[in-house]
Nanobody, 121 residues
Framework: QLQASGGGLVQAGGSLRLSCAAS????????MGWFRQAQGKEREAVAW????????YYTDSLKGRSTISRDNAKNTVYLHVNSLKSDDTAVYYC????????????????WGQGTQVTVSS
C-alpha cells in the first residue's frame, strides 16, 4: 500500500515536498513514479526514479525545479518542487512498478490515493 502526503495550498513561487510511504511492500524492489492529474486533464508523469536512485526522469515542465529522491531504508519516496506555478495545481499520485522506468501510467501496478496540491497566484 502506498500513502502519499504533503500536499496543500501553496502560494505561487513557493515550494513543497511530497512524500510517498509504503507499507507491506519493499520499495527498493520498485521503480517509483510521481504522476499528477489536473481537473479535466489526463494523468501525466511528473518524475520517476530507479530502484537505487541512480536514474531519474522529469517531465519538461518540472525540469530544473523539482527533485525526486528515495530513502529505501525508510521505505519512502519524495518529490520536492520549487517555484510552484498555478499550472502545478493537481492531485499528485505516487506509483510503483517492478520493471524499468516509465512515464506511462498504465505501466505502473500500484498506486497511492493522491494528495491535492493547489497553487494560488
Amino acid at each position: 500500500q502506498l500513502q502519499a502526503s504533503g500536499g496543500g495550498l501553496v502560494q505561487a513561487g513557493g515550494s513543497l515536498r511530497l512524500s510517498c510511504a509504503a507499507s507491506g511492500v519493499t520499495l527498493s524492489h520498485y521503480v517509483m513514479g510521481w504522476f499528477r492529474q489536473a481537473q479535466g486533464k489526463e494523468r501525466e508523469a511528473v518524475a520517476w526514479i530507479s530502484w537505487a536512485g541512480v536514474t531519474t526522469y522529469y517531465t519538461d515542465s518540472l525540469k530544473g525545479r523539482s527533485t525526486i529522491s528515495r530513502d529505501n531504508a525508510k521505505n519512502t519516496v519524495y518529490l520536492h518542487v520549487n517555484s510552484l506555478k498555478s499550472d502545478d495545481t493537481a492531485v499528485y499520485y505516487c506509483a510503483a512498478r517492478r520493471e524499468g522506468g516509465s512515464q506511462y501510467a498504465y505501466d505502473y501496478s500500484y498506486w497511492g490515493q493522491g494528495t491535492q496540491v493547489t497553487v494560488s497566484s
